[in-house]
């Protein structure tokens, strides 16, 4: 059939309606929607007919539908697409036949060859347009049609992509016959490849492509576009097309890949991997800089791809070397993670040729260089990808120290995601080391001194067996140059001084010995001499007659070398190596032994050696990430965490340190923090090795004993914290519990340190479940308080405490008007606390004050009647300290008192029987208070409520009965009635137990009122009661009596606080703190007038008392217990405490602080004010460092912009160039913004003329410098650049000024105040920090009972002298002289008896 037209693909659609020009097919009609349906009919009648040609007649109806397709109903555009499958697949069918043809005609060539590009167009032009519906489909996220309308649009849009698959099997099966007969035998048209291509490109870029549903219309992609390349060159155009997709949607770039990896490796289409990287390696690394899309999606593709082909990525690796140079971050990730695959999966192993093995190293050394890159992402992915390396094994051993080395260093980045990688990294280099399980630093040394000592002894005989192999005739060659030198010298003239001094020997053969050790010694001259004259003395004899030379020159050398190598007959040498030849041919043959053996040495001891580099490594990053625990991001807390879980299965010393540093984590407000501490010990201790059930149990109990050895009692709280949350989830084993039951009561045999963990670790568990001790009470008290308790008090102190879990934690499900569990005052626990406690109280123990503590607590936790059983252990001791002054009175053979005993009078007692009865009191005075205002008070409220709920029933009952149809009205008065009665009953308890403290406890009646002035007296007579430790109980006790009545509290603050200034002992100062600290939480008002003598204590001499008194004025101030004035300034300066344990208290406060709302921003000028003024004693460095760490927590803009205004107005009100320069660098700490900046200028005549001063010039200057460097608006930088003139020109300006003013009066200029050479914070001597006149009682802001104040006479001074004042002084001027108030009116004595040996 002949056809008169060629049908042309077109660039457009448009361009069919146009005429192209002669023989060109043209659209001769577009057909309206509504013709559309009958003329598909027609089509399809045809197509019955004449099969596939049918579309030369009936091409424009399609067309027509093509260009109406939105207007088409979907039905019609379904019907077509079916029949262009139809077609296509009936024309593909027919092909091979048609084109295995050799007699076809040309007519019928082209007419096929019309059918199929116009078969093809509309079928490709038919699926563009389902595409592009659909993806607009999806893209619209609100469908104004409704429910119906939504549904039908998922339907055929899940239609569509059903039918994709198959269409796109349809055309790859087209694409694989040899259509180039069509064309002649030519080469197909670029067009209709681009044609059929083109709607798989546009099916790529619909963005749900990559979803897992999708799998197969990926793949029929993917083969599609493989037939295009391998049987129709088409490897320029996607090389194009490729490239400009993966600019522009970044979805493709794993598609691309893993098709790219399939062409290459099925296909055989490994140049188009080259082709592809070179593409984008010429891409311009400044276009990619600005270009994040594209950017992406290249990074992703390489990224992919070298996961999938790496040996093929890494034969083009070097034409994407050059963006490592580049600004894009994310480039430079993509190639070094190309690299880190190409290492881990192709340059791996011991077996690689030299080449390989330098394209490893080189890739290793680019790796380990962008370790320090300047962007913080591509540093995290580095370490991310050397984790990797190391996990597969890939890391070769000879890079393992400088791999490591710089992980330890990024531990320090600045960068939070940084820090989270190394420490991953670090944890991987430990999980996956080559060394040993083992890497203590302390067991690799022995054993690497060791080999490394064999080493150099087997090379030291290596040495000595290897000299045979320099033979005689070699040693001589190498001397011959400095022979003949000698010998030449024989025959000039003798130089002035030179003497002759050796002679020939009798005979020829003592004559060759002599030359021949003369020649082993290195004196040639001799030598040629000595020779010279032996040559004329002993003509013809041997040695000296072998062949006579031309000259005599020649004729001495002969004659030497015959001597040294030993060939005359007259050579007698004891060089023990110069033995016969046969000899070593012999020694020769085992050499290679100890050679090989010498190589296995060397590498035992790098291999020790690297080991213990690496230990010291990692000991040295478990410093720094033990540090870490603490910081504010979650994310590197559960890695520093996890770290350490690593580290412990390596029996590293310091593991335990950093396990134990976690535990206080436990208490963490955020909840991951806290699981990752809980999941931690699990790891650690939940699950230990054994092969039974006891061997197990075993395991734990003793990891858990070994946390708790010299532990403190905060570590003891966090583990307990943890073991009881273990054993509310039943994670505790019942063996576990069953051993330590056993090693209490000895059924099992264990030390004594044993023993009192498992008492310890029973308590722990007992508050998770309270049960576990509830259940074995009676064993607990038999074994744990027996009469052998006094041999062990700590013991005995341990089963106090873990008794006493019974009383705290009430279950919730008890209900909160349930009564308190407690026990019936002769229960046998109480007798045998009392028992131990007497008995205990007149025997010299250290660890009697904290048994005895921890018992009187327990007593008044539990006992019924707990005031009762105390009185009476109170009566028992006091007894024994009368006895004891009995037995004094009656021993008069010595005169002179003990050391070790305390006198008044005519009577003595030993001093810790004194300190044991001032902690009694002290303990049952304090545990009295809080039994009252906790225990009773509770109890109180509890009946009250029981009371009003029986009364509310009753009347409700009552009303029931009667039927009142106001009765919902009356119960809601009711209830508001008893409401107002429970408020005011809440205040008549609370004033109750207030009037028993205040008038009863201390009442003359009471037993307290007994002891409180033998306390007293020990406080006021620091000289006679000299005893360190009996003055720090004693001022113990005296803050807890002080707790009982603020009346009492009031009379004696002022002795209290004065003791805290002026005792020269550290430990009455710590104890009186704490007591201050508590007195200021019960009394605020009584004790805010004294606050500035608790700061005082922050630049105490003793770093022990510094330290509680931070942590006291941390609790007092973050509870708003003390109102935080300027003196925060002194919590300020424990930052720069030279002890750690100071400085991390200091951290800790200001980081709590900083929580609360702008209270730092607050703080910070009167901070600065007080800190650079050059009284305070804080160094200009210190300064800075202060300042460095408190304006951290600055973080919001406008707080900076007012500090900024702030900070300017203080120059004004400055005095000092000191002063001047504090307030200029702490401006460099702030962060400007645009508005920082114009109050910089707006202020600018504030510190104009300060200018002058370098120092502050030169802040001013960072300030600038940094603002720059962050970038901003053009009117910004503008608006920067005048002020750094008018800096610039008022510094200037200054220093004209100053040089006129020299030059014209002489008056020198004055000169910058001179820094201190002081430490950091000025420690003042005690005895100047406090005069006495400061120690006038400051007037309170507001009293509570004004009466009382005004019946009170005014206050006299009152003059304390200390021991350092009294070596010289009498006995009856020891004793202090106090106001009359604060003298007890009437001293009441223990017992009636001893009141006159008392006072």
Avoid at 225 to 250: G, N, P, R, W
Avoid at 296 to 324: C, W
Avoid at 1261 to 1276: C, D, I, L, S, W
């Amino acid at each position: 059939m002949a056809v008169a037209w060629e049908f042309h693909l077109p660039f457009a659609p448009a361009d069919l309606l146009r005429d192209g020009g002669p023989g060109r097919y043209v659209v001769q009609e577009v057909l309206p929607v509504r013709d559309l349906p009958p003329a598909l009919t027609a089509f399809r009648t045809a197509f019955r007919a004449r099969g596939a040609l049918a579309v030369l007649q009936h091409f424009d109806p399609l067309y027509s539908l093509l260009h109406h397709f939105r207007a088409v109903q979907t039905a019609v555009k379904e019907d077509a697409l079916e029949l262009m499958m139809q077609v296509v697949s009936k024309h593909s069918n027919e092909l091979p036949a048609i084109l295995g043809d050799s007699e076809l005609s040309h007519a019928d060539r082209s007419a096929h060859l019309n059918a199929l590009k116009m078969n093809c167009y509309l079928l490709t032009g038919l699926m563009d347009a389902f595409e592009m519906e659909t993806c607009n489909n999806s893209l619209l996220e609100v469908d104004p049609g409704g429910k119906n309308k939504k549904n039908r649009t998922k339907t055929a849009q899940s239609s569509w992509e059903e039918e994709r698959e198959p269409l796109l099997q349809l055309l790859t099966q087209l694409l694989q016959l040899d259509l180039r007969q069509l064309w002649g035998g030519f080469v197909v048209e670029e067009e209709f490849v681009s044609l059929m291509t083109g709607s798989c490109y546009r099916i790529l870029e619909n963005p749900s492509i990559g979803l897992q549903k999708h799998r197969a219309t990926r793949e029929a992609v993917t083969h599609l576009l493989a037939a295009a390349l391998v049987h129709y060159d088409h490897m320029f155009s996607a090389t194009l097309k490729i490239t400009q997709m993966l600019q522009h949607f970044e979805h493709v770039a794993p598609v691309f890949a893993q098709a790219v990896s399939l062409w290459a490796t099925e296909y055989g289409l490994k140049s188009l991997v080259g082709e592809l990287l070179r593409e984008i390696g010429q891409k311009s690394p400044q276009d990619l800089a600005r270009d994040t899309s594209g950017v992406k999606g290249y990074a992703t593709f390489i990224t992919e791809l070298s996961e999938r082909i790496p040996a093929l990525v890494l034969s083009n690796m070097s034409v994407l070397l050059r963006h490592l140079d580049g600004e894009s971050y994310m480039m430079r990730n993509a190639i070094l993670a190309a690299m880190a695959e190409v290492l881990t999966q192709v340059l791996n192993g011991d077996k690689l040729e030299e080449v390989a093995r330098g394209t490893r190293d080189q890739f290793l050394n680019m790796l380990q260089a962008h370790i320090c890159d300047i962007n913080g992402f591509v540093r995290s992915r580095v370490l991310q990808l050397f984790t990797r390396i190391v996990q597969r094994k890939a890391l070769p051993l000879t890079q393992f120290q400088s791999v490591v080395s710089l992980a330890v260093g990024r531990l320090k980045d600045k960068s939070v995601v940084v820090v989270k990688n190394a420490i991953q990294l670090l944890a991987a280099f430990l999980s996956n080391n080559p060394f040993s399980c083992k890497l203590s630093c302390a067991d690799l040394a022995e054993p690497l001194k060791k080999e490394t000592q064999k080493l150099q002894e087997m090379r030291d005989h290596g040495r000595s067996t290897a000299a045979p192999a320099i033979t005689p005739e070699e040693e001589w060659e190498a001397m011959l140059p400095e022979v003949r030198a000698a010998t030449q010298q024989l025959f000039q003239p003798p130089q002035e001084g030179e003497e002759e001094v050796l002679e020939v020997e009798e005979t020829a053969e003592s004559t060759s010995e002599q030359i021949t050790g003369l020649l082993r010694k290195l004196n040639y001259k001799s030598a040629a001499r000595l020779t010279q004259k032996a040559l004329c003395r002993f003509q013809g004899k041997e040695p000296f007659s072998g062949p006579t030379e031309d000259n005599e020159e020649a004729t001495i050398l002969g004659v030497l070398k015959r001597l040294y190598t030993g060939s005359c007959p007259g050579e007698n040498s004891e060089d023990p190596p110069r033995g016969n030849s046969s000899l070593n041919t012999e020694e020769v043959v085992p050499e290679e032994q100890p050679q090989s053996e010498l190589v296995k040495q060397e590498m035992l001891v790098q291999y020790l050696q690297d080991a213990y580099d690496f230990s010291v490594k990692i000991t040295e990053a478990l410093s720094l990430i033990s540090r870490m625990m603490y910081e504010n991001s979650v994310s590197v807390v559960q890695e520093a965490i996890e770290f350490f879980v690593t580290v412990s299965k390596f029996s590293v010393p310091q593991a335990l340190l950093g396990v134990r540093r976690m535990l206080p984590l436990i208490w963490s407000k955020e909840p991951a923090v806290k699981e990752a501490v809980l999941n931690a010990y699990r790891r650690l201790y939940l699950n230990p090795t054994g092969d039974s059930e006891r061997a197990r149990a075993q395991s734990l109990v003793h990891s858990l004993s070994l946390i708790m050895v010299d532990a403190s009692l905060g570590t003891i709280q966090c583990l307990e914290e943890i073991i009881s949350e273990f054993v509310q989830k039943d994670e505790v084993k019942p063996a576990v519990i069953q051993l330590l039951w056993e090693r209490f009561t000895e059924k099992s045999q264990c030390s004594s340190l044993e023993r009192r963990a498992a008492v310890m670790l029973l308590g722990m568990m007992a508050r998770g479940k309270p049960e576990i001790v509830g259940s074995n009470l009676d064993v607990l008290v038999t074994v744990g308080l027996s009469e052998k308790a006094c041999e062990d008090y700590r013991l005995a102190q341990e089963v106090c405490n873990a008794i006493s879990k019974l009383a705290s934690n009430p279950k919730p499900a008890q209900g909160k008007n349930k009564a308190p569990f407690r026990l019936p005052q002769n229960h046998m626990l109480f007798g045998c606390l009392s028992e131990t406690v007497s008995k205990g109280f007149a025997q010299r123990s250290g660890h009697w004050i904290p048994f005895m503590e921890a018992a009187v607590m327990l007593i008044y936790q539990l006992a019924e009647g707990a005031e009762e059983i105390c009185a009476q252990i109170l009566q028992d001791c006091s007894r024994q300290a009368l006895e004891k002054l009995q037995e004094a009175d009656g021993q008069k053979a010595d005169p002179a008192v003990s050391p070790s005993r305390v006198s008044d009078g005519d009577s003595s007692l030993p001093t810790f029987l004194l300190m044991h009865l001032v902690s009694l009191v002290g303990q049952v005075a304090l545990q009295q208070v809080a039994y009252l205002e906790v225990s009773v008070s509770a109890e109180l409220r509890r009946r009250r409520i029981l009371r009003e709920e029986e009364k509310t029933k009753k009347h409700s009952d009552s009303s029931t009965k009667k039927q009142r149809p106001q009765s919902t009205g009356n119960e809601t008065t009711m209830e508001e009635e008893l409401g107002l009665v429970g408020a005011s009953a809440d205040d008549t308890e609370a004033e109750l137990i207030r009037s028993i403290c205040e008038t009863e406890l201390l009442d003359e009646k009471h037993l307290f009122s007994a002891f409180v002035p033998l306390v007293l007296k020990i406080c006021n007579n620091p000289g006679l009661y000299s005893d360190p430790a009996l003055s720090a109980a004693a001022a113990l006790a005296l803050g807890k009596v002080c707790m009982i009545s603020s009346e009492f509290c009031d009379s004696h603050l002022r002795l209290l606080f004065t003791m805290m200034e002026k005792s020269t002992l550290p430990g009455v100062r710590s104890n009186l703190v704490i007591a201050a600290g508590d007195l200021a939480i019960r009394f605020p008002n009584l004790v805010e007038p004294w606050t500035s003598h608790l700061y005082a204590r922050l630049r105490d001499p003793c770093p022990s008392v510094r330290q509680t008194a931070g942590l006291v004025m941390t609790h007092l101030i973050l509870k708003d217990m003390v109102k935080v004035k300027g003196q925060v300034s002194e919590m300020a300066t424990l930052l720069i405490d030279p002890e750690e344990a100071i400085m991390g208290v200091a951290q800790n406060f200001f980081s709590e602080l900083s929580s609360k709302d702008n209270a730092i921003y607050n703080l910070l000028p009167d901070i600065i004010s007080r800190l650079s003024d050059p009284n305070c004693g804080v160094e200009e460095e210190s300064f800075h460092v202060i300042m460095r760490h408190l304006f951290s927590y600055i973080t919001k803009d406008k707080q900076t912009e007012s500090l900024v205004e702030k900070l300017c107005q203080r120059f004004r009100t400055a005095r000092t160039e000191r002063q001047y320069r504090d307030l200029a660098h702490c401006l460099t700490l702030l962060a400007l913004s645009e508005r920082g900046l114009r109050k910089l200028q707006d202020n600018f005549d504030c510190f104009a003329d300060k200018l002058q001063d370098p120092a502050v010039y030169s802040c001013f200057q960072t300030v600038m410098a940094r603002f720059r460097r962050a970038g901003g608006k053009p009117e910004t930088k503008v608006l920067a650049e005048e002020l750094e003139q008018k800096l610039a020109a008022s510094h200037n300006r200054g220093l004209d000024s100053a040089e006129t003013c020299q030059e014209g009066s002489g008056t020198p200029m004055p000169e910058p105040a001179k820094r201190k050479t002081t430490g950091g914070s000025c420690r003042h001597p005690l005895n100047t920090v406090n005069r006495d006149e400061d120690f006038v009682t400051p007037k309170p802001r507001n009293l509570r009972n004004p009466k009382r104040a005004q019946k009170r006479p005014p206050c006299k001074k009152a003059i304390i002298t200390f021991s350092s004042d009294e070596e010289n002084s009498s006995e009856d001027e020891l004793s202090a002289e106090l106001r009359e108030e604060e003298t007890p009116t009437k001293t009441t004595p223990i017992t009636r008896s001893s009141a006159r040996r008392l006072r």
